[in-house]
């Protein structure tokens, strides 16, 4: 209504056939502008909706003619469209879509040349090696090379990220764990995380231990205890030294085979388990 309104009160202010003609001529650019910019916009969407169905379908077989009739186009027009809005034909597109999907590929899959070759449509392997080279300047097999070291080094970083965070976790359960102890009247010494089986016996011997506690945080480092027994046990110190458990991946049947005198379901029941054996 806007429009309509503007331009039917421009009209009440025409005197002469001039000012009837120059208002009839802006009157026709104006909605020839509103017709072909719906056209285009259009033309947008149809562009889209062609470029999504060629991303979807880069493994098989993309042709221009199939491509045309999934979004209602001749392939003769399509062709001259899409060469005019993205500024190449419609096979070079296509063919930096395959590039772009297998360099990303190279990047960060366990794929061979070979696989990532098939997963993006290239039935031969010297042709994607030659059409990767002319676009990215570089053989697939360095890109590949490259995105394997660069995984390893996010993974070597992952592991020390978790590692440092279970030995935040431990340091902060052997604090409460030590905290009870000392509570009951126990001399606590504290060997830290990752501790080897050894160190546990020699700990025990030097101070004249009567309790040695192990904890693990997870099942992989559950063995270490059964070993610290095996340890006791060959320097001559297991009818000397009580040896308790605990740690959330450690249950009492684990305990039992490996010999352990007690297990302690957490760290705030440790320090009655502990006067326990030690009274026994």
């Not at 202010?13 to 285009?40: C, K, M, N, P």
């Not at 696989?115 to 002319?134: P, T």
């Not at 040695?212 to 070993?227: D, H, K, R």
């Amino acid at each position: 209504m806007g429009a309509k309104t503007y331009h039917m009160s421009e009209s009440d202010q025409l005197h002469s056939t001039d000012d009837l003609v120059g208002w009839l001529t802006r009157l026709i650019t104006r909605y020839a502008g509103l017709v072909f910019e719906q056209a285009d916009v259009k033309r947008k969407g149809i562009l889209y909706d062609a470029i999504n169905y060629m991303k979807q379908h880069l493994g098989k077989r993309v042709t221009l003619e199939d491509t045309a009739r999934q979004v209602g186009f001749s392939p003769n027009y399509f062709s001259k469209v899409f060469k005019d809005e993205m500024g190449c034909t419609f096979s070079c597109y296509l063919s930096k879509l395959r590039i772009d999907r297998s360099k990303a590929l190279l990047l960060v899959s366990k794929l061979s040349i070979r696989e990532i070759c098939d997963a993006v449509g290239y039935e031969e392997q010297s042709y994607f090696n030659k059409g990767f080279h002319a676009l990215h300047r570089r053989d697939t097999g360095e890109i590949q090379k490259k995105g394997r070291a660069v995984g390893q080094q996010q993974r070597a970083r992952h592991h020390r990220s978790v590692r440092k965070k279970e030995e935040q976790i431990m340091s902060a359960l052997n604090e409460i764990s030590e905290a009870m102890l000392e509570g009951k009247g126990l001399t606590v010494i504290d060997l830290g995380v990752d501790v080897p089986p050894e160190k546990f016996i020699e700990a025990a011997i030097e101070n004249d231990c009567s309790l040695i506690c192990c904890s693990a945080l997870l099942t992989t480092t559950m063995p270490v205890m059964g070993e610290v027994v095996e340890k006791a046990v060959e320097a001559g110190v297991r009818d000397k030294v009580k040896i308790m458990i605990d740690g959330a991946p450690v249950t009492e049947a684990f305990g039992q085979s490996i010999n352990a005198d007690a297990h302690t379901p957490d760290a705030t029941t440790c320090a009655e388990v502990a006067m326990q054996l030690l009274a026994s």
